[in-house]
């Protein structure tokens, strides 16, 4: 509007067309570049905590008092991977004995769990004519923004009623339980999207209606199958806050219970390359899954929020 | 991108209402009941008993003393519980959704280069575990180790107590909220921005419109409904977003950075367990959250999705 603003408003300057194409030109540039200073500035921000702790997890000896822009910046040289075999021999071993089995088997067998009872749910919200469907829907809407976390005391005054604490069992039915609503949801949405006609064909081929859903449309929601897969993957992956109030137990700990120990300011301040090592052998599986899968979960998310 | 596009309303379905259908759905029927309907139960029940660690096994009915104490003797008040988790999420949100909308605007002007690559750097603090890089974050904000203050006092400015001070406590907790979550608001918001058709940012141009005039008359009015969505679910998600408060500064110093989920998880039933106590929190917790589910509901008619 400037630009516009000024050209008009001098009477005279719009004979010289050259130089208002200069300015013109001039003010897009400036535009740009402060642009592209703000976009990096951003990049920098979002890219510095994991490259710190990237960098400190391969530089031997380092505390949390010896981290400097130099140590930041080290020569590859002296980069190594001590700090990851000290991790793995960190107490008895507890990470590759305990910690990460435990994880790996809370969110394989909730992402099992999940995906087969929300894929059912949700093709079955999306197309059965099921008696009081709206308000299981209502419902399931509601509770989808009261997340387990504000549920976690009474959870636990139930559980230990049932005694369902310090059991896989219970932590089992938790992690598979909050990831399934939530998917069930997903799943029905996307499946709305779809035409009928496909498995409408598929009976009058002499399928069944069951076996027209399953053989015909779950090739098709396969995006929405992987989203709600890595969903129910990551919500158990770094969970503290339930199982921490479930398991008193060291032997049901899992990954983000070991790696609480680990960070303590005062344990930081001696451990702190044994602390980055494990940030990142418990960190970059999910990021690497993240990366790999964006274009599945960011659409699947902005279609969760806001239509 | 994948074509999201669905069909809100749900195809016309015809013929017999299906029994057959629950025995699809009845997982999610088991979860609503078991993992929502129950805990609620039990935490109202709860919330009359005396349920702690010294009346483990024979807590009795106390009726409304645990309301009666969090309303009238507990120290922080209620009133000071909710203010903080009010400013946490409000300042959080606000934050969090300028610069996102910020940087979608940014990044879709016509003729910026490497939007792409930029876009992928922005999901970086997304797409790892925030448990992890909280508690990196923890150690960069220490006061005597912390590279932050580490970098403050070489350029020579006095190092800042960001996490040792009621005052700025607070506040680091919403940047570090900032830092996890801008990602998400930044990828709606393009999605958004790229719904308007491109016609309308040209009429614009032509009627002389310069950037801040189409942001102003153009992408605002169109994308209003969005973005109060967006808004109202992220402040709603902030209000309970745990592990940010917990890990970062645990509800320190004294009680200024508590918000009401993780006091009654961290103070009332680990430090000094009384599950009776910190059942009627949730339960309070449980109540704001229908406020505002009606509120919500009031204004942007969510529940309109499920018909």
Redesign the interface.
């Known amino acids: 509007?400037?630009?516009?603003g000024k050209v008009v408003d001098k009477p005279g300057e719009e004979h010289f067309s050259v130089s208002r194409n200069l300015h013109f030109r001039r003010v897009r540039i400036i535009k740009?570049i402060a642009?592209?200073l703000?976009?990096i500035a951003?990049?920098v921000?979002?890219?510095f905590?994991?490259y710190?702790?990237f960098v400190n997890s391969l530089s031997p000896g380092i505390t949390?008092?010896s981290?400097?822009?130099n140590s930041?910046l080290p020569l590859p040289t002296r980069l190594n991977l001590a700090n990851y075999t000290g991790l793995f021999r960190f107490d008895g071993s507890a990470l590759l004995n305990i910690w990460l089995p435990n994880t790996l088997f809370y969110s394989g067998s909730a992402t099992i769990i999940a995906l087969g009872?929300?894929f059912?749910?949700g093709?079955?919200?999306?197309?059965?004519?099921?008696?009081g469907k709206?308000v299981?829907?209502?419902?399931?809407?509601?509770?989808s923004?009261?997340?387990?976390?504000?549920?976690?005391?009474?959870?636990?005054?139930?559980f230990s009623?049932l005694s369902l604490t310090n059991s896989y069992f219970g932590m089992i039915?938790?992690y598979s339980?909050?990831a399934?609503?939530f998917n069930?949801w997903l799943i029905k949405?996307?499946t709305?999207?779809i035409?009928?006609d496909f498995e409408e064909s598929a009976q009058i081929d002499g399928h069944t209606r069951t076996q027209a859903l399953f053989r015909v449309l779950l090739p098709m929601v396969k995006?929405v199958l992987i989203m709600s897969m890595l969903l129910a993957f990551?919500g158990p992956?770094?969970d503290?806050?339930l199982i921490n109030?479930m398991v008193s137990n060291g032997k049901l700990d899992n990954m983000?219970q070991g790696?609480?120990k680990y960070?303590q300011?005062s344990s930081?301040?001696i451990n702190?390359g044994q602390?980055s090592a494990f940030?990142i052998v418990?960190?970059l599986p999910?990021?690497i899954l993240?990366?790999v899968f964006?274009?599945?979960l960011?659409?699947?998310?902005?279609?969760a929020?806001?239509? | 991108?994948?074509?999201?596009?669905?069909?809100?309303?749900?195809?016309k379905?015809?013929?017999?209402?299906?029994?057959?259908?629950?025995?699809?759905?009845l997982?999610?029927?088991a979860?609503?009941v078991?993992?929502?309907f129950?805990?609620?139960a039990?935490?109202i029940y709860?919330s009359l008993t005396d349920?702690s660690l010294l009346h483990i096994f024979n807590y009795s009915y106390v009726g409304a003393r645990n309301y009666y104490i969090i309303l009238f003797e507990n120290n922080p008040s209620l009133a000071t519980l909710i203010w903080q988790t009010f400013v946490w999420s409000g300042g959080s949100i606000i934050l969090m959704s300028s610069?996102g909308f910020m940087?979608a605007l940014?990044?879709n002007?016509p003729?910026?280069r490497?939007t792409k690559l930029?876009r992928?750097?922005?999901?970086?603090?997304?797409?790892?575990?925030?448990?992890?890089?909280i508690?990196?974050?923890?150690?960069?904000l220490?006061y005597?180790?912390?590279?932050i203050n580490?970098?403050l006092a070489?350029v020579g400015v006095e190092k800042v107590y960001w996490l040792g001070l009621s005052s700025t406590s607070m506040f680091s907790m919403i940047l570090v909220n900032l830092?996890l979550s801008?990602?998400?608001y930044t990828?709606?918001y393009t999605?958004?921005l790229q719904s308007v058709p491109k016609e309308l940012y040209d009429a614009a141009r032509i009627d002389?419109?310069?950037?801040?005039?189409t942001v102003r008359k153009v992408a605002l009015p169109l994308l209003k409904r969005?973005i109060s969505?967006?808004t109202i679910?992220g402040f709603?998600f902030t209000w309970?977003n745990?592990?940010i408060p917990?890990?970062l500064t645990g509800g320190g110093p004294g009680t200024s950075t508590y918000i009401l989920?993780t006091y009654?998880?961290n103070e009332v039933?680990i430090a000094y367990p009384s599950?009776g106590l910190?059942?009627a929190?949730?339960?309070i917790?449980?109540l704001i959250?229908l406020v505002?589910?009606i509120l919500i509901n009031k204004f942007t008619r969510?529940?309109s999705?499920?018909?």
């Open positions: 509007m400037e630009i516009n740009r642009t592209h703000v976009l951003v990049a921000y979002s890219i905590p994991i710190y702790m949390l008092a981290v400097s822009i930041l009872l929300s059912s749910a093709l079955a919200l999306s197309r059965f004519r099921i008696p709206r299981i829907l209502y419902m399931m809407l509601i509770l923004t009261f997340p387990l976390a504000i549920m976690v005391i009474p959870l636990y005054d139930m009623e039915i938790l339980g909050g399934v609503i069930a949405n996307f709305d999207g035409p009928a995006p990551f992956y770094s503290y806050l109030m983000a790696l609480y960070s300011i930081q301040a702190f602390f940030s418990m960190g999910i990021f993240f990366i964006q274009r599945y960011v659409s699947g998310f902005s279609i929020t806001y239509k | 991108m994948l074509s999201w596009a669905g069909n809100w309303r749900g195809k379905q015809h013929g017999k209402l299906d029994w057959h259908g629950y025995l699809f759905i997982p999610i029927l979860v609503l078991f993992l929502d129950s805990p609620l039990y935490g709860y349920f610069l940087l940014l990044m002007q003729g910026i490497g930029y992928t750097i922005y999901l970086f603090p997304w797409a790892y575990p925030a448990f992890i890089t508690l990196i974050w923890k150690g960069l220490d005597n180790l912390g590279f580490k970098v070489m830092w801008f990602p998400y990828f709606v999605a958004a002389g419109y310069g950037t801040t005039g969005q969505f967006v679910f709603i309970n745990f592990y917990f890990l989920i009654a998880y039933s599950w910190a059942s929190y949730a339960m917790n449980v959250l505002f589910v969510m529940m999705v499920v018909y």
